[in-house]
């Protein structure tokens, strides 16, 4: 199989940690365009389920699963409903499960999608083009609730600020246009102009808080433990350092490693059986060469894990935080 037109973050250090082997079953829980599915394919006689929450992604997964010969087959939704997908597909379980974090590049230059901040369209940013969109945050939250989506999910040092800019400006009109809201957080952004846009973090929070993207990456992880056979892989890509430390919390958590323990304080031993050996101590990151051809390759971090025998751990599956939550914003929606 040839690969995809868009070459995916670390394809190479991606297929070296997942090994795929003829006869086996993986998980392509971010499908996009494909280009994993498709580099998986071609490694080696293998089966790939690819999932993915955008519709817009549903003919590519169509021309793909034409032209795959039986070995492809694609379910719309979340990873994190992965286990359902594995048994939809009969099997008892999954060799190997790949997750690219965050928006695609494609999702960023559809300017209709609303994620970018560089080009007009309505402020939307929805990957399943359902539920509250970032303009039903914007223009519904308090004051006080928009600065902890801010603060929290865009690690923005400014947004108290920002946020009572937003309500000011909001009480004359809506604001729904994704310049509008750039133009307004550049306006109060106080200090020098930087290499980085002053929207930037907001716009990060608010597509965060619009698709629950780590809650929904917490259960993925949890569901690919419970998804994986003996001996099957783990890898994660992710783009920034939220969607990292969860990544790394899980697996070092999984891995028994949280209570290692030092020469001042004692070994304190996991409460479940590992679930998970590491394959390597640190994050990967791209070469330079790739980090210098694809600027989006320059944030990625790899982190992967091979799935010990041991049971799967309790489901927690929440990611704590002071946070409004979906449903709150239905409510003053309705």
């Not at 071609?42 to 992604?57: F, H, K, Q, S, Y």
């Not at 230059?109 to 399943?128: I, N, T, V, Y």
């Not at 246009?177 to 952004?189: D, F, G, K």
């Amino acid at each position: 199989m040839s690969r995809a037109p868009h070459t995916p973050v670390m394809l190479d250090e991606v297929l070296h940690a997942l090994l795929p082997r003829d006869g086996g079953l993986y998980i392509d829980g971010t499908f996009g365009a494909g280009g994993y599915t498709r580099a998986i394919m071609g490694e080696a006689g293998c089966r790939v389920l690819g999932i993915d929450r955008d519709p817009t992604v549903r003919d590519c997964a169509h021309l793909l699963q034409s032209a795959s010969g039986g070995r492809f087959a694609f379910a719309f939704g979340p990873f994190s409903l992965m286990e359902d997908v594995v048994a939809a597909a009969g099997s008892s379980g999954a060799d190997g499960v790949v997750l690219d974090l965050g928006v695609s590049s494609m999702q960023i230059d559809e300017a209709e999608r609303g994620f970018s901040f560089q080009q007009d369209g309505p402020l939307d940013m929805r990957m399943a083009r359902s539920g509250p969109s970032a303009a039903d945050a914007v223009n519904r939250l308090e004051a006080d609730e928009l600065a902890t989506i801010f603060h929290v999910y865009g690690e923005e040092r400014h947004a108290r600020r920002i946020a009572r800019a937003i309500v000011e400006v909001r009480a004359a009109e809506p604001i729904t246009r994704t310049l509008a809201l750039a133009e307004l957080i550049a306006r109060v952004m106080p200090g020098k102009p930087t290499r980085i846009h002053p929207a930037t973090r907001v716009f990060q929070a608010l597509r965060i808080f619009v698709n629950d993207e780590l809650g929904e990456l917490t259960r993925g992880l949890e569901a690919a433990e419970r998804a994986l056979r003996p001996a099957g892989r783990l890898v994660v890509v992710s783009f920034h350092s939220l969607e990292d430390r969860i990544v790394k919390a899980f697996l070092r958590a999984r891995c028994g490693l949280e209570g290692a323990g030092s020469r001042h304080q004692p070994e304190q031993f996991p409460a479940h059986e590992p679930s998970f050996t590491l394959l390597t101590r640190k994050a990967l990151t791209a070469s330079d060469a790739e980090a210098q051809d694809n600027p989006r390759a320059r944030s990625a971090k790899l982190r992967a894990a091979v799935r010990t025998s041991a049971p799967a751990w309790p489901r927690d599956g929440a990611v704590p935080s002071r946070l409004p939550d979906l449903s709150r914003l239905m409510e003053v929606r309705s």
